[in-house]
């Protein structure tokens, strides 16, 4: 069984930064991509960025986009957030995919494993 554990949520102002950190313990997997959603409640998750193990491809939902970064290092997944605003507010989750395809990667579906969310808040 595969462990996904986020962390590095809080409360931020608006305009400021934060670091989303996912750990991924138990079966390793040879080839799969990590990806980061968000949701608030009563709404559906929305993707966020994912980025694969093979090549270090990066994908980002066009609200984010030149805002936030996805690395990786080893089975370490890192989310860097700058000049957020309000609706960023969110639980942000930590997924992982073992059989990615670029043209499904966006998807909630397409995800094995999900960590436990944690809560980004921005004031404004």
């Known amino acids: 069984q595969v462990q996904l554990v986020e962390s590095g949520g809080g409360l931020v102002q608006a305009g400021g930064s934060l670091r989303l950190s996912c750990a991924a313990s138990g079966r390793a997997f040879s080839s799969y991509a990590m990806g980061w959603f968000r949701q608030v409640p009563g709404k559906e998750r929305e993707f966020v960025a994912a980025?694969?193990?093979?090549?270090?491809t990066t994908y980002y939902a066009d609200s984010v986009k030149d805002r936030f970064t996805i690395s990786r290092d080893k089975n370490l997944v890192y989310l860097q957030m700058s000049s957020l605003v309000f609706e960023d507010t969110a639980v942000y989750y930590c997924?992982?995919?073992?059989?990615?395809?670029?043209?499904?990667?966006?998807?909630?579906?397409?995800?094995?494993?999900w960590g436990q969310g944690t809560q980004v808040t921005v004031s404004s």
């Open positions: 980025i694969t193990w093979t090549g270090g």
């Open positions: 997924a992982a995919d073992r059989f990615p395809t670029a043209t499904q990667v966006f998807r909630v579906a397409s995800y094995d494993y």
